[in-house]
């Protein structure tokens, strides 16, 4: 019965959550609340393993969640639940669009919703440079920098564009090279 | 076995995802629009602006788009079990012995170091986007204003504005162009 109670609660997280992985995080504290099956403890912790391990954070959120409140299958239905709902609304919106792709409507939106995506990702990755980059609150110019993240990031530029024999290889390549650096100069000050 | 191959690919793109459905761009471009053609730069772009403003993990509904639009339904429902799987996997085995996980000081600096890595990969990824999608003085006006609202929302008022917001607003500019008679692409 937990089970279905489960894929339900994590079906309504899906659909009402607009926006990405964080957006379910209050459907979570109010779930927490209503069911017991976790604390807002609990929610802090599955967040921190959610954003330090791969995979969408909505999804790793619902499979830990699930998980704590009934143990593997737990996970497993909560994650198909939180999916349930993008893949029927998905589904229904890409076979409206194939009828209307070729319209001229259509093609007209698109054309100006492709430089606002391109936007709003290039914005997301604005908040990541200045949290990777700068150190909040420092008082001096030259101490807000993080030189060893800047290092990094240079290299990997490099890496990715200029230098021919790395610049086409796998991004996970590039993502394990930065875990090791990370790890050995103590970027995340521990 | 084509079918075993949307589970293979989107099951890489899950695991190379860190942070969030913006860091697994340059694994679906490689992956998906270099490499296998399942979709273009302009669609991963289209999918994205539908996907901000449907309901649901913006990377299953990026999944879910390409596996229909190369297989139908179930090529959609696949590629999305493909991607959550990495995270079926991981998170049961770290949630069943090892609590403090993100505690570890290994696991915060090599946290760290994958954050500098996404920053650069998202980069890389926007120049490539950039291409398919800034052609005119128009599209150039597009990008620019929503990139420096969104950049003064944060950093000027500390408000996170909606991206559903400005993805209604240029397809109804879009819409409104296109009933003035202009003669878009």
Redesign the interface.
């Known amino acids: 019965m937990i089970y279905l109670r489960l894929f339900w609660e994590f079906f309504k997280t ?9 957006a ?1 995080l209050p459907f979570l504290y109010g779930m927490g609340e209503k069911t017991g099956w976790f604390t807002t403890a609990d929610v802090a ?1 599955m967040l ?13 959120m619902a ?2 969640a699930g ?2 409140a009934a143990g ?1 299958p737990g ?2 239905i909560a ?1 198909l639940g ?2 349930t ?3 029927l ?3 229904l ?2 076979v409206v ?1 194939d009828r209307f792709r070729r319209s ?2 259509v ?26 980059l700068l150190e909040p609150g420092a008082a001096a110019l030259l101490s807000l920098v993080r030189w060893k ?1 800047l290092a ?2 240079t290299v ?2 490099l890496l ?2 200029v230098c021919k024999p790395t610049k086409k290889l ?3 390549v ?2 394990a ?7 050995v ?6 | 076995m084509q079918l075993l191959e949307m589970i293979w690919t989107f099951f890489k793109v899950g695991i190379c995802t860190f942070g969030g459905g913006y860091a697994m761009l340059p694994v679906i471009q490689r992956e998906v629009v270099d490499r296998k053609k399942w979709a273009t730069q302009e669609e991963i772009l289209d999918y994205y602006a539908v996907g901000q403003c449907t309901p649901g993990v913006i990377a299953v509904n990026t999944a879910t788009f390409v596996g229909y639009k190369h297989a139908g339904v179930l090529g959609g429902v696949l590629c999305s079990l493909g991607f959550v799987l990495p995270s079926l996997l991981i998170i049961l085995c770290i949630a069943a012995v090892l609590s403090n996980f993100a505690e570890l000081a290994a696991v915060k600096n090599a946290f760290a170091g994958i954050r500098v890595c996404v920053c650069v990969l998202i980069l890389n990824s926007v120049v490539k986007l950039w291409k398919s999608a800034v052609k005119d003085r128009l599209t150039l006006c597009v990008f620019l204003l929503v990139f420096a609202a969104m950049a003064a929302a944060k950093y000027g008022f500390g408000v996170n504005l909606s991206p559903v917001l400005f993805v209604l607003l240029s397809a109804v500019g879009g819409l409104v162009l296109n009933a003035l008679g202009k003669e878009l692409k």
């Open positions: 899906g659909l009402f959550s607009v926006g990405g992985g964080l379910t912790d921190a393993v959610s954003e330090s391990t791969p995979g969408g954070i909505g999804v790793n499979t830990y998980y704590t593997v996970g497993i994650t939180l999916i709902p993008s893949i609304v998905i589904l919106v890409a669009l001229r409507v093609q007209n939106a698109f054309y100006l919703l492709r430089p606002c995506s391109t936007a709003l990702i290039a914005a997301a990755g604005l908040s990541v440079f200045v949290l990777v993240a990094l990031m990997l530029w990715t564009n796998h991004p996970i590039f993502i090279f930065s875990a090791l650096c990370g790890i100069l103590g970027l995340g000050g521990a």
